[in-house]
């Protein structure tokens, strides 16, 4: 699922360790900058597929050390054109 408006400072760990208190949490990470290494602000949360849906219901508007969060299901990445 997509996690946006994270803390700048989040890492991949931490949004495991606060997605897990709702379902069973397969793999996190956080998008960075391809230059810089910096966390573009959001990321990616893979769970449990019988948990996803209450997750999204529990999280999506809640606050993580003071920004709303933004949680949804993830869309695929529309082909960039070459």
Known sequence: M????????TKAEDLEKFFSQYGEV???????DR?????RGFGFVEVADQDAEQIIAALNGTEMEGRVLTVNEAKARE???S
């Open 26 to 32: 397969i793999s996190s990470r956080i998008i960075t």
């Open 79 to 81: 082909e960039r054109p």
């Open 35 to 39: 230059e810089t290494g910096r966390s």
């Open 2 to 9: 997509y996690v946006g408006n994270l803390p700048w400072a």
